[in-house]
Structures are given as C-alpha cells and as structure tokens.
C-alpha cells in the first residue's frame, strides 16, 4: 500500500514567503518600539472603539480658521449656505498629522464650527466625499488613508460612511464586492449611485494603481463593479472626476507611476474621457483635451446650474535633466464646460496694478500681449494686470490673467468647492526646494462678477520646514529610494 499524501503539505515557496512575511514583521515591531510608534492597524482600532463610544453630538464654535492642510474634503451642504471640511493631513518635514475632524463653514458670518457626532469614522486623508439632499442632507465618505506620525506606517482603507446632517451622526455602511483599499481615487454622484474610479494602494512593498470603476447605488446600499465598453483612462490617481449632469461623468488627467523591468517612470496625464450611461449600458469615450498639460494634483469644483467645472492649480513634472524631475506648480483657473468639453480661461478684471521692484526679472517667453507685473516675496509669484474686462474665453485666444496678491497661490491638491455662485479655495500643497510646504489660506470668487478673489483667511508666511539637512539637499547622492517614493506619493493624491 502507497504512502497517504498529505493534502494539507505546503509547498517550499508557501513556506520561504511565510517565513519572509514572519521576518519582515518582526523587523517592523523592532523598528516601531524603536520609535515609539504602535502598530497602525491597533492605533486605528482603538480609535474606531472610541468614536465609537461617543452618546450624543456635541458642537462648538471654533475661536478661528482650522490649521494648514492638504487632502481634505470640502463639500457644499446640500440644503444650507455652508461648506463641510473633512479630515485632511499636515506634515512639516519630521512629523505626520491625519485629522477626522468635522467642520462647519458659514461664509454668511465667516465663521468655523467643529461637530463630534457618535461613530465618526478613524482619521484620513486623500479620501473622497460628496453630499445629497436625500434624508434632510447625507455626507458620504470613501476611502482615503492612514499615516503614521514618522511617516513609517502607511494604511488605506476601503470603508463607505454616511453622515446624517440631521440627526448629526456616523454610520459606518457595510456592503460587499465594494473597491479594493484605496486613496487619489475619485468619486461622484450621479442620480442615486455613487462612482468610484482609480486610485492607488502602497503596502510598502508594491504600489498598484487603479483604473476599475463602480457604482454604489444609494437606494440598494450595494455595490456593482462595472465594465464599460470602449476605451477608458489608464490607471492613475490624483485625476479630476466630475459629474456632467446625472448620466455622464469627465475624467482628466492624474498621475501613475510605471515598472519597466527595474526601471520605474512616473507618468503625468493629459488625456481627458467621457463616461456615459444609457438604459444601463456604461461606455467610455475619449474627449480633446486641448493641448491641455500633463497634470496632477489639481482640484474641481461643478457649478451644478451652468453646467461648468472650475479646474485650479495642480504640479506638472519637468525634466530638468535624463535623471531628475522638477514639479512645476500652477495657480492657473480654468473652466472646463461639461457639455462641450472644452477648456476656457478664467480671466478677472484686476482693479489696480502694483509697481514693479527693481530687481523683478520677466523672461520674454513669459510676457503676454497686455502689460503684466510680476511680484516675488518668500510665500507666492503673482502676476497682475492685462485684462481690460472680467469673463472667460477660449483657451489661446487670450493671454492668462493671474489673480491679484492675496488670490491664491501656486499649489496642489487645495480644496476646492463652488456652492451658491461662489468659488472657494482652501488650503493644498506648496512645494519648494525639495520642501512641501502644507497651507492654511482660504480665498473666493463670485463667479458671476468674476472681478476678484476675496481673502477670507490669509497666509502671511510659510509654515515651518522642520525636515532634516539631508532631506532638503535636492542633489545629495545619499538621497534614498524610500525619500523618492515619498516624494512622489505627493502627486498621487
């Protein structure tokens, strides 16, 4: 009689990649207590157990603005004149802070509330929300991720939370078959479903990117992964995503980074595609971009009535030499008319031009047909003057009017929200000789004068870059791969 096989043998790689996993866990603990840091999956427990805990809402009026930030959401209300802050993260060079605040913004009375409901879901970051009037007024959150404070731990999430703006409380929705754990992804509303696309996950081992799709219908509370016919967008995070009307949506732009062999290329989009729906059939069309520039980062707000989304801001990556990128911020405003899709510029009637200093270089390539002031100080580059009246025109047909000091500056992934016929800008990225400086201004445009921003919280200085030597020489030969991942991360969210 033959010797009876074991069916529950494991094979020598199953054993050799437990062993590996084994090895590298223990050299993370090690790694931890070192830094005095617990293990995010625990940290992120307990304060789901604590929010948890929480009887009843509790509300107060913040004393002013809340602190510098990027990767946060700020949502219209569906029914009052106010803008909903959620989460977000700051990072000053040595240390990591993610939020799961909740906040309030009234632009009637310039003033900052901070609710605490029962249930709020755990801090993140480069999530997505959107809002509905549905049940007297839903917040719906997905995704996002959580940092460690040494920026050591790393963890996405795949968790769906609505909340009641009414009964002012979380609920954590449960539903399979949703997306795999992601953040840079993007999400809208569309009738009654929910779209989530893109997105990338780092485990610290791999980095993936998405270009899956899916619906989760608010009605069914289920999830559908869907498959369009034609041609969609590449995987990619930090794209722009916005509804055109209740069956169709337009994606454009983003970042992704590609492995060819060992050589790994980050990639900056141009392409832009249109998503529609007809009797329950999904397809994906390509749309002209316009000669649109390779962009990531950037933020999109719709104008629901005019059917209209404001584009600002955003980094482009240029190749200073074979081996090195340089991230080019923008400060420009453009609209992007979902019906047609195509791009205009966004230009503002400036009332007053300031002088020159002395010392101001404008390169020939940069001046337009109309006269332009170039202004330079250690927080922001603005350019004033040229345009003879307020509106928006086609893209090329004019040159591009900056905003006047005190608009908004250069910089990636702000906040950005048009509720009312105002346009808000809240916050972002600036990035700065290896540095990312993390912003706390807040600005807004009528967009029916189109005359010029208003400062509602203003940014005197840069923030504090407390980040070692060897991080800001840009050029050190000891820079590590780690550092170089980090960096690009920036772009994907």
């Excluded at 802070?97 to 609710?115: A, D």
């Excluded at 992804?185 to 779209?195: S, Y």
């Excluded at 004068?449 to 840009?474: A, M």
């Amino acid at each position: 009689m033959g010797k009876k096989k074991n069916k529950n043998k494991v094979s020598g790689a199953v054993k050799t990649a437990a062993k590996t996993e084994k090895k590298l866990a223990n050299k993370l603990k090690k790694e931890l207590a070192n830094l005095g840091e617990e293990d995010i999956a625990k940290v992120i427990a307990e304060i789901e157990r604590e929010e948890a805990k929480r009887a009843a809402a509790t509300e107060k009026t913040l004393p002013g603005p809340p602190s510098a930030r990027a990767y946060a959401s700020l949502t219209p209300h569906p029914i009052n004149n106010e803008l909903i802050l959620f989460g977000g993260e700051y990072h000053n060079g040595q240390k990591t802070e993610v939020y799961n605040e909740l906040i309030f913004y009234n632009p009637v009375n310039n003033t900052w509330r901070q609710v605490k409901a029962p249930g709020a879901p755990p801090p993140r970051s480069a999530h997505q929300a959107v809002t509905t009037p549905a049940n007297k007024g839903e917040l719906w959150v997905f995704g996002g991720e959580f940092t460690s404070p040494t920026e050591t731990q790393f963890h996405h999430y795949k968790d769906l939370w609505c909340f009641s703006l009414a009964d002012k409380k979380w609920e954590k929705v449960i539903a399979p078959n949703g997306p795999s754990p992601r953040s840079g992804h993007r999400m809208v509303l569309l009738g009654r479903k929910l779209l989530v696309f893109g997105g990338y996950c780092d485990d610290g081992r791999e980095c993936r990117y998405f270009d899956d799709l899916y619906a989760f219908c608010l009605d069914t509370r289920s999830w559908e992964k869907l498959s369009p016919s034609g041609r969609g967008p590449s995987a990619r995070s930090a794209c722009i995503m916005v509804p055109a009307g209740n069956e169709s949506l337009i994606v454009y732009g983003g970042f992704s980074r590609a492995r060819d062999g060992r050589t790994e290329r980050t990639l900056t989009h141009t392409d832009m595609f249109r998503l529609t729906s007809k009797c329950g059939a999904w397809a994906w069309r390509s749309l002209a971009s316009g000669g649109r520039p390779a962009r990531a980062g950037l933020a999109a707000a719709v104008n629901v009535h005019a059917n209209k989304a404001y584009v600002f801001g955003g980094v482009s990556d240029v190749e200073e030499t074979e081996e090195e990128l340089r991230g080019e911020m923008s400060d420009e405003l453009q609209l992007l008319d979902l019906e047609t899709g195509r791009w205009h510029n966004v230009t503002l009637r400036v009332e007053q031009q300031a002088a020159a200093p002395a010392h101001t270089e404008v390169k020939s390539e940069d001046i337009p047909a109309e006269p332009v002031t170039v202004i330079s100080d250690d927080v922001f580059t603005v350019r004033l003057g040229g345009a003879r009246a307020c509106g928006v025109s086609e893209t090329g047909d004019t040159p591009r009017v900056r905003a006047r000091a005190g608009g908004p500056g250069a910089r990636m992934s702000a906040m950005l929200a048009a509720h009312r016929s105002v346009l808000y800008v809240y916050g972002g990225v600036l990035e700065r000789d290896d540095k990312q400086f993390y912003l706390a201004d807040m600005y807004s445009l009528d967009l029916h004068k189109l005359h010029d921003w208003k400062t509602i919280v203003e940014q005197p200085s840069l923030p504090d870059w407390l980040g070692s030597e060897s991080e800001e020489e840009s050029g050190s030969d000891n820079e590590s791969d780690d550092s170089e991942e980090s960096d690009d991360e920036s772009d994907d969210e």
